[in-house]
């Protein structure tokens, strides 16, 4: 049960911070690649 709850709070992080800066995001949770922020 730990493991869909960091899921959403990493995906509420990123939301967060899309307000805030630009940093790699995890678009794709099953591969957790990074993706490079758009400029």
């Given at each position: 049960p730990k493991l869909p709850s960091l899921l959403k709070m990493l995906?509420?992080?990123?939301?967060q911070l899309d307000e805030k800066a630009s940093y790699p995001r995890i678009n794709n949770l099953s591969t957790?690649?990074?993706?490079?922020?758009?400029v």
């Open positions: 995906l509420w992080a990123q939301n957790a690649a990074l993706e490079d922020p758009t």
